[in-house]
């Protein structure tokens, strides 16, 4: 790739939220930013042709809409399919239509401009509806404007499927599931966006498709057009526009280097994670969709240890039923390749929402009625899960996980819910499992700390290390500013994970981890040292994790451990972990940073 001379260079600092590196072409992608005049009719005679320029724009956006969908059947992201169905009901509602040409005809405005004042209108009812799902419905009418505007004003309305080059990276603001809907997916290899985490839809999308991505880069598209060239890497969340050649030449070979480790990799994720002196750690696999699970598999997953199934809820716009439950479990539990799978009950509430739901505006929504907390208070919600889990456990081996459990009630409570469950069905002849695992996940420290006690409860414990170390150094961690302070090495995050695995193997039951800790290679042998029975992470983490437990012996980390653990601040836990890690494994520690 050659880079046109004069363009301005920059390098942005983000989250890296998919790995490996990507050098492509960018297209901007910006669903609110279209050029349309505003004009008066001059010449009542005008009104007639001006209303049927409004139809006509109606009837190509539609066109254009279901064109875009029949396309998106092709690939395999079918999931925001329902979204256009939404826009294209937007385009033929009497309503909207009607208050639009009433605008032209008593104004004597051009279309767009009746358009914008139909907008303006919907706008205003919205923002007084309390319901944020009713309120945020508002982009949907938004962005269906915005088409219209574009068709009326002429503009070709350019999307990345009629961008003429293949190897685009999306630079947006945000992408929402309406966004990725309308993208032509097999053209795309990075993305990168001003906001968003590790859990926004950009990072998820990225990852089931294993493409490079950043986030957070707050201010990316203000330094971006269409056609810049671009390096998104999304290991070091590194993004460069306008790359100079030699820095291009850096991270063509970053790159070569990146795919060729990530086929030497994959023989390590076909192998058990069996340290040398054969201590076994099984590996699972954390998803938010079954889409997810093929490439799980090919990446060494040998079990799905955390599904978090509050996805089947936020992409939506009805409340899923029993029979959706089902028919989406049923295919992670059909998975022969998986031994079991993991199926963690909705954690809705701290940074994810479901469009329904009605919450009042929380003041502090991570520490308020989330997870375990919301499912007892929403105890038809919770209880139509149960059931579906309950009948998929009759399919293959399914273990049921509690998000959020704070205190013994908690875990009482959903206990008494899923046994009701059990009864009913067994009362309407449903076939279910004899029994079912249950499981607690460890990530509020008071969980931690009456660990003992809650594993006279369950059959296992699975520690949430992202929520553990949020609530245990009071750091939000959807929270920008305060991710410097986020440690999983502080010493008391390693003193909670420890009382957590011994109290459990004190109690005879299994222990895992699937808090994205569980995949960061520099923790892997301290947490080996810990004595994890399982651990469970984004999947294309495992090959690493694998790789370093089987060259790895479970004696020479739990001194590693034990020293770590003499420090008393996470610093010089850090940096004892760091070298301890650069010598052992040069290759996977020492690589220079472009
Ligand atoms: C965790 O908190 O570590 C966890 C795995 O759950 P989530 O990231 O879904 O909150
Ligand atoms: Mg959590």
């Known amino acids: 790739m050659t880079v046109e001379q004069g363009k301005k260079t920059f390098v942005l600092k983000g989250i890296g939220v998919s790995p490996g590196v990507v050098i492509g072409k960018v297209y901007r992608f910006d669903p609110l930013d279209a050029q349309v005049s505003f004009y008066k009719l001059n010449d009542e005679s005008l009104i007639p042709h001006e209303v049927e320029r409004f139809r006509n724009a109606l009837k190509e956006s539609t066109k254009q809409l279901v064109e875009l969908q029949e396309n998106l059947k092709k690939t395999k992201v079918t999931e925001p399919l329902y979204i256009i169905d939404v826009h294209v009901l937007v385009l033929s509602d009497k309503k909207f239509i009607n208050r639009t040409i009433k605008y032209i005809r008593r104004l004597g405005v051009n279309a767009e401009w009746a358009l914008r004042m139909t907008l303006d209108h919907y706008k205003q009812i919205f923002e007084g509806v309390e319901d944020v799902y009713i309120s945020g419905r508002i982009s949907d009418v938004q962005y269906v404007v915005q088409r219209v505007l574009r068709n009326l004003s002429g503009e070709k309305h350019e999307t990345v499927w009629d961008v003429g080059y293949d190897g685009v990276v999306i630079v947006s603001h945000d992408l929402s599931p309406a966004d990725t809907a309308q993208m032509k997916l097999d053209k795309i290899v990075g993305f990168a966006t001003d906001s968003g985490g590790r859990t926004s839809h950009t990072a998820i999308v990225a990852r089931s498709m294993e493409l490079p991505a950043v986030v957070g880069l707050d201010n990316v598209t203000r330094f971006v057009r269409t056609g810049d060239d671009i390096i998104v890497d999304g ?56 889409e997810e699970i093929p490439s799980a598999i090919t990446h060494g997953a040998e079990h ?163 929520d553990l170390i949020q609530y245990t150094l009071a750091i939000d961690r959807s929270n920008e500013r305060v991710t410097y302070l986020y440690e999983p090495l502080h010493p008391a995050v390693l003193r909670l994970i420890k009382t957590v695995v011994d109290q459990a193997h004190h109690a005879n039951i299994r222990v895992a981890m699937c808090g994205e800790m569980a995949g960061d290679p520099l923790c892997c042998l301290i947490l080996l040292g810990m004595q994890l029975d399982e651990m469970s992470m984004n999947h294309l983490a495992i090959p690493r994790i694998k790789r370093i437990l089987q060259q790895s012996t479970l004696s020479e980390s739990r001194e590693l451990l034990m020293k770590a653990m003499s420090f008393n601040n996470a610093l010089e836990v850090r940096a004892y972990v760091q070298n301890y890690m650069n010598e052992r494994f040069p290759d996977e520690f020492q690589k220079k940073e472009t």
């Open 235 to 290: 290991t070091s969340g590194l993004v460069v526009v306008n790359p100079y050649p030699d820095m291009l030449k850096r991270y063509e070979e970053k790159k070569r280097h990146y795919d060729d480790a990530k086929d030497e990799y994959l023989k390590y994720a076909r192998l058990p994670a069996e340290t040398m002196d054969h201590y076994q750690i099984g590996i699972g696999s954390n998803i938010e969709f079954i």
């Open 304 to 466: 799905i240890g955390l599904y978090r199934t509050e996805f089947l809820y936020i992409y939506r716009d009805d409340l899923p039923s029993e029979e959706d439950h089902f028919n989406n479990y049923r295919q992670v539990v059909d998975e022969k390749n998986l031994a079991w799978a993991t199926i963690r009950t909705f954690d809705l509430g701290g940074d994810k929402f479901t469009k329904y739901q009605k919450k009042d505006k929380e003041l502090n929504p991570q520490m308020g009625l989330r997870a375990i907390r919301f499912c007892l208070k929403e105890i038809e919600i919770f209880k139509t899960q149960l059931r579906a889990i309950w009948r998929v456990s009759a399919l293959g081996r399914v273990k049921i996980l509690f998000p959020m459990i704070s205190g013994i009630e908690e875990i009482r409570e959903a206990k008494r819910l899923l046994e009701e469950t059990r009864r009913e069905l067994l009362e309407e002849g449903v076939t279910i499992a004899d029994r079912m695992e249950i499981g607690a996940m460890i990530e509020v420290p008071a969980a931690a700390v009456i660990a003992d006690q809650l594993a006279q409860e369950v059959d296992y414990f699975s520690i949430g290390t992202n």
